[in-house]
């Protein structure tokens, strides 16, 4: 008489951290997909909840780190659920990935990063920005102390939020044309 086990109920409790993006949660799942399964959305790396520029840069870094480190960004992916927000934050959360990587270059070569706002100016979701968060995500890797970094520029991304601007006000304070009558 066999015995058969019960199937293991893969759920983002059961699931292991791995390079890549994955067809099914039983192949594994990346840190964006993990994201995906806790807003419950539909299984993919690019989770509508959380923001784009967060998105690649961890997608970037899931798949720079080894095997032990990458499994520090369980609390990431909870953490950036909720995080999509508005041009303005976007573009400031791009422009602290510029700096990141400005600091993270030789002395040698002090030139200011603008490819990355240069690639993504548009942040629509055709335009392609995965190769821009590589550079930034191989840097961090290397360098010393670089995974520590790389966490705090994570905590640092998602409290970026910049207050949306407040409608025009005519001239007698009022916000609405209908407001006067």
């Not at 961890?58 to 609390?75: E, F, G, V």
């Not at 942040?123 to 550079?135: A, E, V």
């Not at 360098?143 to 910049?162: F, N």
Request: with cysteine; charged share 25%; hydrophobic share 35%.
């Amino acid at each position: 008489m066999s015995t058969m086990s019960a199937p293991q109920v893969i759920s983002h409790q059961t699931v292991r951290l791995s390079r890549g993006s994955h067809v099914s949660r039983a192949d594994g799942v990346c840190v964006m997909e993990l994201a995906s399964m806790l807003a419950g959305e539909r299984f993919n790396d690019h989770p509508k909840s959380v923001s784009r520029v967060i998105a690649a840069f961890l997608r970037a870094y899931n798949d720079a780190i080894d095997d032990t480190r990458r499994q520090d960004l369980y609390r990431c992916a909870a953490q950036v659920v909720g995080t999509r927000s508005t041009h303005a934050t976007e573009r400031a959360r791009l422009a602290r990935c510029e700096r990141e990587l400005a600091d993270l270059r030789p002395r040698a070569r002090p030139k200011p990063v603008r490819w990355i706002t240069r690639t993504m100016c548009s942040l629509d979701p055709s335009s392609n920005i995965s190769g821009c968060f590589d550079h930034l995500a191989k840097r961090l890797c290397t360098s010393d102390g670089g995974h520590g970094r790389a966490l705090a520029l994570i905590d640092e991304l998602v409290g970026i939020q910049v207050p949306a601007v407040p409608p025009c006000r005519l001239m007698t304070g009022e916000t609405d044309v209908a407001a006067r009558s």
